[in-house]
């Protein structure tokens, strides 16, 4: 069981360049999420799906794609990288809502990224 | 959206000390978690905390949704304690909004 895996660890881009953060889970959960970190500034939520098929936006969608076709995978575009993208990514996924006491709410261990 | 203050923004402890964070929020909501964040970076839930209170081990919450807070208690705190406390108020479907967190450090 290894819970929430980020590839890459750290990545550096051209301005201009695209690229994909992989995240995947092995826990079957249903909801699955993208958070940027910038310093002084929290966890900002990017996109989230609640299963296969279905996505939505979060804060700071703009520069950004996502797709959940498989329950497991949940993988992050960056369209066309630009300086203020330089952040660190996390993946997060739970449980769905359903009232349950304890929803395994678990993140990767995050992808540092540096636009250039 | 929900707005999110944490407070105070930075705490230094000696250890065996207790502390108390707070965390308000703008509107209501229908969940509400408390993250650690230690000095590698990893990210823990710490509580999922709607209403009520919950406590586990040395670390305790309490969230008051009518008055719109909710309080983190860490008591005996020890040096592994260190890292930044974030609270996450969900105001819709699985939408949690981060505070910029309180960072604790707790000195031996």
């Known amino acids: 069981n290894a819970g929430v895996t980020q590839t890459p660890k750290f990545q550096v881009l051209k301005t201009g360049q695209s690229m994909t953060l992989q995240c995947a889970q092995d826990?079957?959960?249903?909801?699955m999420s993208w958070y940027r970190q910038d310093p002084g500034m929290g966890l900002r939520l990017i996109h989230y799906?609640?299963?296969?098929?279905?996505?939505d936006q979060g804060e700071v969608p703009n520069g950004y794609n996502v797709s959940r076709s498989t329950t497991e995978d949940f993988p992050l575009r960056l369209l066309s990288a630009a300086p203020s993208q330089t952040s660190v990514y996390f993946c997060?996924?739970?449980?769905?809502?359903?009232?349950?006491?304890?929803?395994?709410?678990?993140f990767g261990s995050g992808t540092r990224l540096t636009v250039v | 959206g929900i707005q999110v203050e944490q407070s105070p923004p930075d705490l230094i402890l000696q250890e065996g000390a207790n502390s108390t964070l707070r965390c308000n929020f703008s509107?209501?909501?229908?969940?509400l978690q408390w993250f650690h964040q230690n000095p590698w970076g990893q990210l823990i839930n710490l509580f999922y905390?709607?209403?009520g209170t919950k406590q586990n081990g040395r670390l305790s919450a309490t969230t008051v949704a009518t008055e719109r807070y909710s309080l983190l208690y860490i008591s005996s705190s020890q040096t592994t304690d260190s890292g930044v406390y974030f609270c996450?108020?969900?105001?819709?479907?699985?939408?949690?909004?981060f505070g910029t967190g309180t960072r604790l450090k707790v000195l031996a």
């Open positions: 997060a996924s739970s449980f769905r809502h359903q009232g349950r006491d304890n929803y395994g709410y678990t």
């Open positions: 826990m079957n959960h249903e909801y």
């Open positions: 799906s609640v299963g296969a098929g279905i996505t």
């Open positions: 509107d209501s909501v229908n969940n």
């Open positions: 905390i709607p209403s």
């Open positions: 996450a108020p969900c105001s819709g479907t699985y939408k949690y909004i």
